[in-house]
């Protein structure tokens, strides 16, 4: 952990992107934060205000922007690719013109082919869109999800085949999500589990760890659950989070809450975690 690490959370944009956005994270004391720009549940795309993207570009707070959860590279529907395609396009545009650091995209599903043609799709119809940005653009961070069905990637060792299929490419990040790792299998309760995981993302993704979506779990251990907590009341408990920002692969990654209720409760997790990583 480094001084640097910033803690924030995904804020609530009623009354503007910048205008609701920036109030939210001042109401929570968030240092960093993570909006939607799309409908987050349906594939219509909203056009930006330019100058709300100004306000946001110049407020000085690190911003990230996370695709609609409808996304699936590995779809074997045609239409869902499609519109995947243009989500994401939109949504790196969208990067660019608020000046995020990086769009959190679901790793998605083989649903109901083979994951060899899932992976293949992958690289398809994702390649051609990290070719599309420019140099001072925003990363793309894949975001593995709990193991539920026939899900692409959901442990960290299966990072490794997704990068592959990516052919590795300079502008591919990764936004590890707690529960969703934790569900997965990844042991964050223990220090052990939380060296365990973050050694082989260190090993597996050097450097590429962008984002951490701060979020304790309901359910237990490989659940293959995706059902978040505030921090401190699931079965990964507050500690986990500072072991997590202690280590090396973590350290400086910006740390983002996706947690249950309104401000009182975001307030809390992020003083929560504010006080972890002064420990």
């Known amino acids: 952990m480094t001084p640097s690490t910033l803690v ?11 205008k609701g956005g920036l109030k939210y ?11 939607f720009v799309t409908n987050p549940r349906g594939w219509a795309l909203s056009a930006g205000d330019p100058s709300e993207d100004a306000k946001l570009r110049e407020s000085g707070v690190p911003v990230f922007l996370h695709a609609a959860y409808l996304v699936n590279f590995g779809s074997p529907t045609a239409a869902t690719l499609d ?18 650091r990086g769009v959190v995209v679901h790793t998605g599903s083989a649903v109901s082919q083979p994951r060899e043609d899932a992976l293949r799709q992958v690289r398809e119809h994702v390649l ?7 140099d001072d653009g925003p990363d793309l961070l ?5 193991g539920q069905g026939q899900m692409l990637c959901a442990t ?26 934790f569900s997965a299998g990844h042991d964050l309760a223990s220090p052990e589990g939380v060296r365990e995981t973050f050694d082989a993302l260190g090993e597996l993704a050097p450097g590429r760890l962008k984002l951490i979506h ?25 500690q ?10 973590a350290a400086g990654v910006p740390v983002c809450i996706e947690t249950p209720g309104k401000v009182e409760a975001h307030r809390q997790d992020i003083e929560t975690l504010k006080k972890l990583r002064g420990a």
């Open 8 to 18: 924030g959370g995904h804020v609530f944009v009623a009354g503007g992107l910048a």
């Open 25 to 35: 994270a001042g109401d929570i004391g968030a240092e960093v934060i993570q909006v």
């Open 83 to 100: 519109n995947s395609v243009a989500v994401v396009r939109h949504t790196l545009r969208r990067g660019v013109e608020t000046g995020a």
């Open 128 to 134: 051609p869109l990290l070719d599309e940005l420019p």
């Open 142 to 146: 894949l975001e593995p999800m709990a």
């Open 156 to 181: 960290v060792q299966e990072l490794g085949p997704y990068l592959e299929a990516l052919e590795g490419h300079p502008k591919v990040g990764v936004c590890l999500d707690t529960c969703h790792a």
């Open 214 to 238: 701060a979020n304790d779990s309901k359910d237990a251990c490989g659940s293959k659950k995706d059902r978040h907590e505030n921090i401190g009341s699931g079965h990964i408990g507050a």
């Open 240 to 249: 986990a989070f500072g072991e997590i920002m202690r280590h090396p692969v």
